[in-house]
């Protein structure tokens, strides 16, 4: 025996039994080892996945799922995309890990790339994070560097549950059991251009953050008319536009990036991650032009893997692949399709389809998302219920129209089950 298993847990003659994954070992084994190993952050998972492919998961009892959710807007090309997977294999053949003493030529590459997708003038720049949140942490600081008192975020906003993040989030059942935050965050209500106009007047604002769709509060998008009101202010008052695209971004609403949607509309600081990496945790942090490049200076951020070759291929392949593949013309025609198809369902419980792209919200009438959700879990779909009257899909970019027919297909049942079952 190796010194090495001489000092694992294996050569030892005490503590907890040590598991593996066993063949034949069934979901609810898996379960009960999960309660017992993790914490409960998360409440018991709904299922165990054990493999994916394409749209498709099969969990550890061999049931089909067509996936719907795409881990919340994260596996942009679905599960185990040769791309993706060619892409790690490859860069994990030569450099997994340097540290941020050294860069790599993926990393160099894929900010390169994020600066033209974005649009981004002379004198912008990038930081890599490993996640939405740490983006949003890195673009408080920058805002935090303005040397201006005061941020403000919007109401039903959600930027992520680390400190600095969560004191920029409105939720209050996510904020109280933490408090207190850091301080300086005002919220402002979404879509109330007065209001802005009068919290920015005093001209002691450093930053505005805004999702252009705030997900997490039920797939709500900012209209045009206020997004270009709070460039149109920002600017005015010398405050710093920070649009938070961690789940629209990436082609999602069948934009680069959902703010391009609207005609001169450029943020300041852009946030970015799910989709990023297909599935490869990965975030990023992109500042428009000189003026908001040096705000952080060297030794004001870090990350420890933020920028890592393996992360920064996988973001490549997704790049190339939705480009070569035209995907996001795709994203726009099938995602207006869905949005159509299940509309003419003419369902009494549905009261309306909100978002763009492949990022959608169907609007109920009754509390029964969550009755919906099981549901579907049974029959074979994969979605989620941010709140008690919305059902969200994010399927995979690259989901065929069949698929997304068989969902709508099934939803007048999927509704019916869940009002048998009861609301929220």
Do not use: C
């Not at 300086?184 to 879509?191: K, S």
């Not at 010398?238 to 961690?246: K, N, P, S």
Request: glycine residues 12%; negative net charge.
């Amino acid at each position: 025996m190796s010194e090495l298993e001489k000092n694992s847990p294996q050569g030892t003659t005490s503590g907890p039994p040590i598991h593996s994954a066993g063949a034949g070992e069934g979901s609810g084994d898996l379960a009960t080892r999960y309660g017992e190993a993790l914490l409960p952050v998360f409440g018991a998972p709904q299922r165990i996945l054990a493999r994916g492919e394409g749209t498709r998961v099969w969990d550890t009892d061999g049931k089909e799922y067509l996936d719907l959710l795409a881990g919340i807007a994260v596996n942009t090309l679905g599960h185990a995309h040769p791309a993706i997977l060619s892409a790690l294999t490859k860069q994990a053949e030569t450099l997994g890990h340097v540290s941020n003493f050294f860069a790599t030529a993926p990393q160099i590459e894929l900010a390169e790339k994020l600066l033209t997708l974005a649009g981004a003038p002379a004198g912008s720049g990038v930081f890599f994070a490993n996640s939405g949140t740490e983006a949003n942490e890195a673009a408080f600081k920058i805002a935090r560097r303005t040397g201006r008192p005061r941020i403000l975020s919007l109401t039903n906003s959600f930027h992520g549950r680390t400190m600095g993040a969560l004191a920029l989030t409105a939720k209050e059942a996510y904020r109280a059991p933490f408090e207190p935050l850091p301080g300086g965050v005002e919220f402002v209500p979404a879509g109330d251009e007065r209001a802005l106009a009068e919290a920015l007047a005093p001209g002691d604002v450093a930053a505005v953050f805004a999702e252009p769709i705030q997900g997490e509060a039920g797939v709500l998008p900012l209209s045009p008319e206020y997004l270009r009101a709070l460039r149109r202010l920002t600017r005015e008052h010398g405050t710093l536009l920070i649009l938070d695209e961690v789940q629209t971004g990436m082609g999602r609403t069948g934009n680069w990036f959902a703010h391009q949607g609207i005609d001169g509309l450029q943020p300041d600081v852009m946030t970015l991650a799910k989709g990023l990496g297909g599935g490869f945790p990965i975030g990023a942090v992109i500042s428009f032009g000189a003026d908001v490049h040096d705000l952080l200076q060297p030794g004001q951020h870090g990350t420890t893997f933020g920028g890592n070759p393996l992360a920064a291929a996988a973001g490549l392949a997704v790049i190339g692949t939705l480009l070569e593949d035209g995907v996001l013309e795709h994203v726009r025609t099938v995602g207006a399709q869905l949005s159509a198809d299940v509309l003419a369902l003419e369902d009494p419980l549905i009261t309306g389809v909100r978002g763009a792209g492949l990022l959608l919200g169907i609007g109920l009438a009754e509390p029964i998302a969550k009755q919906v959700v099981a549901a579907a879990l049974e029959a074979g779909f994969i979605i989620n219920a941010p709140d008690a009257s919305t059902l969200r899909l994010a399927p995979p970019l690259i989901i065929a129209q069949a698929d997304l027919d068989s969902f709508v297909a099934a939803l007048p049942d999927l509704l019916a089950a869940a009002t048998a079952a009861g609301g929220n």
